[in-house]
């Protein structure tokens, strides 16, 4: 089960991606954090497996990791608090 759901995760990481390419910010966030939810549930599923397999269970690790890095990346920049009221 947790092969099939990591390739969803792809899927919407490479989907993400996409949109993120074509000025979708909003939209490309919201599919990465869907892909981490997919990785989430492949984690449990390999950890709640008859047999533990750890380079599966690396492997979604790692691709937790790396779209909530994504997810990180393209956020907005947020506005210090300074820098705010000199705007005002």
Known sequence: MPTWIL?????????????QITH????????WLLAVLAFATAAVGVVTAAELSLPLLLTVVVAIVATVALVMVTSEPKESAAA????E
């Open 7 to 19: 390739w969803l995760g792809a899927a919407l990481v490479v989907a993400g991606s996409a949109a």
């Open 84 to 87: 705010r009221r000199s705007a």
């Open 24 to 31: 979708r910010a909003s939209a490309a966030r919201a599919l």
